[in-house]
């Protein structure tokens, strides 16, 4: 394990040469002479668990630098070196470049020595603390991700395909924390763990529930908040979840609650992905999916959607949304179904799975992945298509 280092900045060359002199074999450290130099060693890569600045530098002073690498590096331990400690310097130096300790010029070697290590070993705690956190976050999250793949892969499947998608849009909508926003895509029906077995599977097959079911169903999200809420540094990923089916005019659920842009801007990511995921079986998404969701220009924040919908949709000629095409049906085997088919059934594995819907054309991206399935499972056959007519292709 690489021996923790401590950053020396000031822009007296005497003054840092003397350093290494008193300092050599006390600790592993390195200097920067000025702020600049500082800044551009922490930007190349170099790691510092402790910072020790110089208030008084031209270009840029010890309070302004100390918060540049508070910035860079959070883990660092800052402190300062000044000979004009008031109080107006104190304030901003906590505040802005937060400190850990004050010396005053001249500083004895002896208590330089005393005040690094206690540095050293705050960085220490830090770190240690941090990498606790992390290893309980991965895990927590490792457990409730694999209890939802148990509890019902389909589901499952439209949360993993909901996070690709908050991963390739994140950047786009100026999203902060883009692992934040993915994470929540991925346990956003972590809720359905309280659902009764009967419910959950039909819910995976898309069939229609009763009205009370379906009321069970959207009270989901207090359970998924309640459970996301244990795991340490997720409470925002807990609120995005709760707030999921919350629409952009101040409906849905939970009923009472933020409206328009004050509901969290994950949550009205995740409030269209949601529906996204309903209408289309594969991670392609095309602009006809989009002109869907417009229908409901009430539930959606229009603007976030336009953005989405520039990063994922895509153009898929052999889509139409016309519910009753011309041309000729017929039952085949999928062996023979061709792009631009237009499904009358569901394709339908034997055990129940409903792969595709029917009232939708077939795209080569979906018979490519009929292929994959067809080597895994039976499925229903023949299926009845319409082809030919307005809208098809092939």
Partial sequence: MEEPRVLFVDDDENLLMGLKRRLRGKF????????????EKIKSGAKYAVCVADMRMPEMDGVELLSNVA????????????????????????????????????????????????????HQLITAEKALIEQTLAGSIKVLTEVLSQLNPAIFGKAMRAKVWCDQVAKSIGYPHPWELGLAALLAPIGYVSLPADILSRLGEEKPLQPLERDVVRRTPEVARSLISNIPRLENVAQIVYMQYRDFDGSGFPSDGPK??????GSRVLRIFNDLGKITESELVVKQHFDELRQKPKRYDMSLLDKI??????????????????????????????????????????DGHVLLTHGNY????????????????????????????????G
């Fill in 71 to 122: 910035k860079l590096s959070p883990d660092t331990v800052n402190m300062m070196l000044t000979g004009n400690a008031d109080q107006k310097t104190a304030v901003e130096a906590i505040n802005q470049g937060r400190i850990f300790r004050f010396f005053n010029k001249p500083c004895e070697d002896e208590e330089l020595l005393v005040g690094v290590n206690a540095a050293l070993r705050q």
């Fill in 309 to 350: 919908e520039m990063v994922l949709a895509v153009v898929d000629p052999s889509y139409d949304k016309t519910a009753f095409p011309e041309g000729t049906e017929h039952d085949i085997y999928l062996k023979h179904l061709r792009m631009g088919d237009f499904l009358l059934t569901d394709i339908e594995t034997r």
């Fill in 28 to 39: 592993s450290f390195d200097t920067a002479l000025g702020p600049l130099e500082a800044i």
């Fill in 260 to 265: 328009g842009t004050d509901i969290p801007l």
């Fill in 362 to 393: 077939i795209s080569e991206v979906q018979i490519q992945r009929l292929r994959v399935f067809q080597k895994l499972h039976q499925f229903h056959e023949p299926i009845r298509v319409r082809r030919g007519g307005k809208g098809a292709s």
